[in-house]
């Protein structure tokens, strides 16, 4: 695996699911031969494991909203081991991730995302109905390490409580146990279960990085509980984004080829409606990277390349491939964004814009997608599209997805539309455009092929022609509480006006979609007599992070702390080997880096030492260790530089077999420090950084002090024993009652299980 770590991709794929995931393997397999001795293997794989993970630490700084872009599934996939890898770190080598400023956001990440129920998340990008792997292992860890408000404790009851055991959402067979044992080592019992100050009301979230939108999330299942998300945002995320294009962090990232976008979806401007918290327009999960399987457009054209002639999807779509697109050419610089977000008077409203995502050729010049709760359970919904004159597009189709439910067709006043139905209740859709015409949609059944975890999808496909220079189109869904009794549209050239009258209320939606408009509002909703104002002012606001500065020496101080754990278990082996034979036996194995000369003469020195140690008192012997430091060469630097010669000889015969992955492989990885420390400090590349203290970083470290403990313990109450023992053959023999006698054998006998005790853990710990 170490090996592999030079020329796999999880070894310089960022922030992806698998790098995590292999690297705590490598680090506790590192540990373990740590601790049998062999320091050698150990210290680097380590090293490996640090320089790959803690790149990953610093990137994801950039990361401000504590999302992961693969989407929760994979995002419980990432943590899983992530977490493990900062626990490990804290431990052995007083690493601490603890407040780091994505790990302090992460919470909202798994909180914001759950349906109604609490047994679905918004399934964005390759997932299945929840999580793969927890989370309540994650949810306990948070809340003993960061949050410390009983929050996280309370959000893993509730899901274990509510664990779907049998049909869809279930947890998989290879998923189900593997992080136990993880929540029972974090588990604090100690903070009470407590929600957060906002449950039980519907709350807007924007995850700015992800560019995903959530509202009605984490509540209870119910009439009027519903859940809305939409993903509109850049390919990877933000951070990967700007960090690709705008060459941020050049030190160790060259383009694309250091992440790995290939479990995103072609989704931009895609939403999900759950009116009462039945899924009614969901996601397709995790099945082939076609644009029709989301929610989304695609645009009638005779253009070359699409997946599915003559309709031309987003230009990350792939063919052929498991994977989405994303490397090279257009693809690489898909992306759509969230414009508004923002609740008022009970409603919701938001827009995106996708036309990013789709060939330049098509000329369109915006697909802007509106999306309005006018009530939990109506959702409005308005795509407008803009083309250029030129524009080869003539027709744009429009899925809608149900991964359970099939769509049946439905027809209203020459309104046409669709219907799902959940047990007794039936949730329907309608659509029309701004020329009040409606096309018949088609509803069908999208099979996966073979290799797949799910079967396919139910979808509603709706085609309907573009006009030039505007084409609005309207969608309205809603659930069994509402009674929807008419629906139209007009427009212009700057805005559209929509009308709908339920039993109850009448709703008059006027919708601003010009570039430059007059008035500086989104949209306007008379509800009855109210007036709901969505103002321009409370856009969303684009703020990328800088590059954190000095990235590389914030690394490397973190390498710092792994020399010191080895140095000192280094010392402490030697300091337990007293006979010659072993002593020389050791020292040759832990000393086979070094110079072969210079190896002799220090095994000779410490030879002579361990010999004049063991016919001295045994009170010198704690000297033992501090005079071997004296003696003993730096190996560990030794061992860097030889393997960062091996890695470069290396790194230069796979370059010549694939120059791709050569280049990769050379500038990733070459992380060894090549400054130079002394007692008092020491500098990397100019930089000073702290001395890492010897003390207290590492387990090693820790069983020496304790065996001495022990030792000192273990000598106090032999003479304490014999003593008692001597005043009891003595002193109690005659005169002293029966009571008096038995209280005196108990002590002793307590003593005597206490004396067996200490030497039991002397013996372990070989003190």
């Not at 998340?121 to 390759?126: F, K, L, M, Y």
């Not at 069994?480 to 339920?502: A, C, E, K, N, W």
């Not at 005169?735 to 003593?751: K, M, P």
Request: net charge positive; with cysteine; glycine share 8%.
């Amino acid at each position: 695996m170490y090996e592999k770590s030079y020329v796999r991709g999880w070894g310089f794929q960022y922030l992806h699911n698998h790098q995590p995931t292999n690297c705590v393997a490598l680090l506790t397999g590192s540990l373990v031969y740590m601790t049998q001795g062999y320091l050698q293997e150990a210290y680097l794989w380590t090293k490996q494991v640090l320089s790959i993970m803690e790149k990953s630490m610093i990137l994801l700084q950039d990361v401000t909203d504590g999302s992961l872009y693969e989407g929760v599934a994979y995002g419980t996939y990432t943590t899983r081991s992530l977490f493990q890898y900062m626990f490990l770190v804290q431990r052995h080598f007083a690493i601490s991730h603890f407040s780091h400023p994505w790990l302090l956001k992460h919470f909202a990440f798994l909180y914001r995302t759950i349906l109604p129920g609490f047994q679905r998340t918004v399934a964005v990008a390759d997932s299945n109905y929840n999580w793969f792997y927890g989370p309540e292992s994650q949810l306990v860890f948070l809340d003993r390490y960061v949050l410390r408000n009983g929050s996280g404790n309370w959000l893993a009851d509730l899901i274990h409580q509510n664990r779907i055991t049998e049909g869809p959402g279930q947890a998989g067979k290879g998923q189900r146990w593997c992080t136990l044992h993880t929540e029972f080592l974090w588990y604090d019992p100690s903070l009470v279960p407590k929600p957060p100050a906002d449950f039980g009301t519907s709350q807007l979230h924007y995850f700015e990085d992800w560019g995903v939108v959530t509202y009605g999330s984490t509540l209870p299942s119910g009439t009027n509980r519903s859940f809305l998300s939409f993903k509109s945002g850049k390919l990877g995320g933000r951070a990967i984004f700007d960090i690709v294009h705008n060459n941020k962090y050049k030190e160790w990232i060259k383009g694309w080829r250091n992440f790995n976008a290939g479990h995103e979806h072609p989704d931009q401007n895609s939403f999900t409606f759950a009116p009462n918290g039945v899924p009614f327009i969901t996601e397709a999960l995790y099945g082939p990277k076609y644009t029709l399987l989301n929610n989304v457009l695609l645009f009638g054209s005779a253009l070359s390349g699409s997946c599915f002639k003559p309709w031309a999807g987003q230009v990350t779509e792939a063919c052929d491939s498991k994977w989405l697109k994303y490397k090279m050419g257009l693809a690489a610089d898909a992306q759509g964004r969230v414009e508004a977000a923002m609740r008022r008077e009970g409603m919701v409203f938001i827009r995106g814009e996708a036309h990013s995502a789709y060939n330049p050729v098509l000329k369109i010049r915006n697909f802007q997608r509106n999306l309005l709760l006018l009530h939990p359970q109506l959702l409005l919904l308005v795509d407008h599209i803009h083309l250029e004159s030129d524009s080869p597009a003539r027709a744009m189709s429009a899925f809608f997805h149900n991964t359970e439910l099939p769509f049946e067709s439905l027809k209203v006043d020459d309104v046409h539309g669709a219907f799902v139905t959940h047990g007794k209740d039936k949730y329907k859709m309608f659509w029309m455009d701004d020329t009040n015409s409606s096309n018949k949609g088609m509803v069908g059944y999208w099979s996966y092929p073979r290799g797949y975890p799910y079967n396919g999808s139910n979808y509603v496909n709706v085609t309907m022609p573009l006009r030039y220079p505007h084409t609005r189109v309207a969608y309205i869904f809603f659930g069994p509480g509402m009674d929807v009794q008419s629906f139209s549209l007009r427009g212009d050239d700057q805005r559209v006006d929509i009308y709908l009258s339920t039993k109850d209320h009448t709703y008059t939606v006027y919708l601003l979609t010009g570039e430059v408009t007059s008035k500086p509002l989104f949209a306007m909703v008379l509800l009855d007599h109210q007036k709901i104002a969505f103002e321009r002012a409370a856009a969303v606001a684009d703020d990328p992070p800088a590059e954190v500065e000095e990235y590389v020496n914030v690394m490397e101080d973190n390498l710092q702390h792994v020399k010191p754990v080895f140095q000192q278990m280094e010392r402490h082996i030697l300091g337990r080997v007293l006979n010659s034979a072993s002593f020389r036996k050791t020292a040759e194995r832990l000393l086979q880096f070094s110079d072969k000369k210079k190896t002799e003469e220090v095994i000779e020195k410490m030879f002579d030492r361990s010999k004049k140690q063991n016919k001295g008192k045994g009170g010198r012997r704690a000297n033992l260790e501090e005079k071997l430091s004296e003696s003993l060469p730096d190996i560990f630097a030794q061992m860097e530089v030889n393997e960062k010669n091996e890695r470069q000889r290396t790194s230069k015969r796979t370059y010549e077999e694939s120059p791709e992955e050569g280049d990769a492989d050379s500038r990733a990885f070459m992380d060894y420090p090549d400054g130079q420390r002394n007692r008092k400090g020491g500098f990397v590349k100019g930089r000073r950084f702290k001395q890492v203290p010897m003390g207290g970083t590492a387990r090693s470290e820790g069983v020496s002090g304790t065996s001495s403990y022990i030792r000192l313990f273990l000598l106090l109450n032999t003479a304490t024993f014999f003593l008692l023992l001597a005043v009891l053959l003595t002193r109690f023999q005659r005169g002293r009652s029966l009571h008096t006698q038995r209280c005196f054998y108990a002590i002793v006998l307590i003593d005597c299980f206490i004396l067996l005790y200490l030497y039991s853990s002397c013996s372990h710990v070989q003190c």
